[in-house]
């Protein structure tokens, strides 16, 4: 059984990254990618998301700190690349 008190430390990034997911889901079906091949990419992802925090977060978890901060400033620039691609500026 999986104690889930270790993850708190990566909750933000739990919630954010899976926002993240959906705006790089929407750019692809915008960019007229195949549905089946996007949908196939983000399953491997999430699995592979789901593997390494499960097993990485004995190791992680003294670095917990630096992770979110890290974590979060990627998600915050994809998004803001994200908006801008939206508008055309990008």
């Given at each position: 059984?999986?104690?889930?008190?270790?993850?708190?430390?990566?909750?933000?990034?739990?919630?954010?990254?899976?926002?993240?997911?959906?705006i790089?889901?929407s750019?692809?079906?915008?960019?007229?990618?195949?549905?089946?091949i996007?949908?196939?990419?983000?399953?491997?992802?999430?699995?592979?998301w789901?593997?390494?925090?499960?097993?990485?977060?004995?190791?992680?978890?003294?670095?917990a700190?630096?992770?979110e901060?890290?974590?979060?400033?990627?998600?915050i620039?994809?998004?803001?690349?994200?908006m801008?691609e939206?508008?055309?500026?990008?």
């Amino acid at each position: 059984m999986v104690d889930l008190k270790a993850f708190a430390p990566f909750t933000g990034l739990l919630i954010f990254g899976n926002i993240e997911n959906l705006i790089l889901a929407s750019q692809g079906a915008v960019a007229h990618v195949d549905p089946y091949i996007l949908g196939g990419l983000s399953i491997l992802a999430v699995i592979a998301w789901l593997l390494l925090g499960t097993y990485g977060t004995k190791v992680a978890i003294k670095y917990a700190d630096y992770i979110e901060i890290f974590g979060g400033v990627a998600i915050i620039i994809l998004g803001i690349q994200s908006m801008l691609e939206a508008f055309g500026i990008l």
